[in-house]
């Protein structure tokens, strides 16, 4: 059954809301102290914007080899290895992890080690050879 809700944020949104009368009740209190989708979606991409300027500001002083790999792929490892060297950086890494991580330029290898805790991803990059070729922006 479809119900209109008017959110929190003003905006009216029809939701199809199932269940008993008392589950249906409980959910369309809940909808209306939320934001609509389209006012969520907007707020979440200026909160996800605001983190990757951070995160790109903290790292703006290391040269950064382009990344390769599919459109999606090097899209997608920017931000990843933007966030992890931002995160390595705060945390004091070994400038050597940091280097080595730094000079990583498949964008695979950033999306395939993205589930990997701090510990987890020091121990990748302590594996990696040390780039002997200085790396240029």
């Known amino acids: 059954m479809y119900h209109r809700i008017t959110h929190a944020c003003g905006h009216m949104q029809d939701h199809h809301i199932d269940g008993f009368t008392s589950q249906r ?3 369309m209190r809940w909808l209306t102290s939320t ?5 969520f979606n907007t707020q979440k991409r200026a909160e996800q914007a605001e983190v990757a300027a951070q995160n790109d500001l903290a790292i703006a002083h290391l040269a950064r080899p382009a990344l390769t790999g599919t459109d999606r792929q ?6 990843i290895r933007a966030q992890r060297l ?4 705060a945390a004091g890494s070994d400038a050597h992890i940091v280097e080595v991580l730094r000079a990583v330029q498949d964008a695979k290898w950033w999306i395939d080690h993205r589930e990997l805790t ?10 990696m050879p040390v780039p ?3 790396v240029r922006a």
Not at 86 to 89: Q, S
């Open 25 to 27: 009740e409980r959910k």
């Open 35 to 39: 934001q609509c989708r389209s006012c």
């Open 86 to 89: 931002a995160t390595c950086i």
């Open 74 to 79: 090097v899209s997608w490892a920017e931000s």
């Open 118 to 127: 701090n510990e987890e991803l020091r121990n990748a990059a302590a594996c």
């Open 132 to 134: 002997t070729v200085p």
